[in-house]
């Protein structure tokens, strides 16, 4: 069965970096793209980017175009998203999610990130 | 980029209420929508694709409908496991947009 596994929580100062990791499982990892989504407390679902894990093509959200990198690692089936130069306002659960030819079918359990000096 | 507008943002039922949720595109999409379930805590679960499409395994008092700018996601007979927030996305371009959400509570 797919499986999408996320690294664990992460407490960051403002200014600093984070890396979340996205491992996965039950499928052939080169043939669907990752995206990830973000959700700050008590808000809705962000969508902040793609990357085929085929070809390491990336779309950005304007938003974090910038700020962001998103990579994958096919010998371990792992994603990865790095998000530099953090705020409060990047508080949230970072997701990681598949994208098939229907768009985003399975998701990770989620990673949350807070920033707090 | 395309705007998603999803109404009501929040609804109260009964169960076994038909619900409706409604959402929007700010241009044409075709069917390149899905549907998702989110309770608190957890992550979102998809239901819908393609506009119409059951996820296998969910049951089958969701539906889904609509093409191009309206699509409608359903609830025949609202059960208590269905309280919980739904979003829709979608997939026509990028960057891809979500709605805002709509939270189904209990009356």
């Known amino acids: 069965q797919v499986q999408l596994v996320q690294s664990g929580p992460e407490v960051k100062k403002p200014g600093a970096s984070v890396k979340v990791s996205c491992k996965a499982s039950?499928?052939?990892?080169?043939?669907?793209?990752i995206s990830w989504v973000r959700q700050a407390p008590g808000q809705g679902l962000e969508w902040m980017g793609w990357?085929?894990?085929?070809?390491?093509?990336?779309d950005y959200a304007q938003k974090f175009q910038g700020r962001v990198t998103m990579t994958t690692d096919t010998s371990t089936s792992t994603a990865y998203m790095e998000l530099r130069t953090l705020s409060s306002d990047d508080t949230a659960v970072y997701y990681c999610?598949?994208?098939?030819?229907?768009?985003?079918?399975?998701w990770g359990q989620g990673t949350l990130v807070t920033v707090s000096s | 980029d395309i705007q998603m507008t999803q109404s009501p943002s929040s609804l109260s039922a009964s169960v076994g209420d038909r619900v409706t949720i409604t959402c929007r595109a700010s241009?044409?999409?075709?069917?390149?929508l899905g549907w998702y379930q989110q309770k608190p805590g957890k992550a979102p679960k998809r239901l819908i694709y393609?506009?119409?499409t059951l996820q296998s395994g969910v049951p089958s008092r969701f539906s889904g409908s609509g093409s191009g700018t309206e699509f409608t996601l359903t609830i025949s007979s609202l059960q208590p496991e269905d309280f919980a927030t739904y979003y829709c996305?979608?997939?026509?371009?990028?960057?891809?947009?979500f709605g805002q959400g709509t939270k189904v509570e209990i009356k």
């Open positions: 999610s598949r994208v098939g030819s229907w768009g985003v079918d399975y």
């Open positions: 039950g499928y052939i990892f080169s043939t669907h793209g």
């Open positions: 990357i085929s894990a085929y070809n390491g093509h990336t």
């Open positions: 241009q044409g999409i075709g069917s390149d």
């Open positions: 393609g506009a119409s």
């Open positions: 996305l979608q997939h026509n371009s990028y960057p891809r947009t």
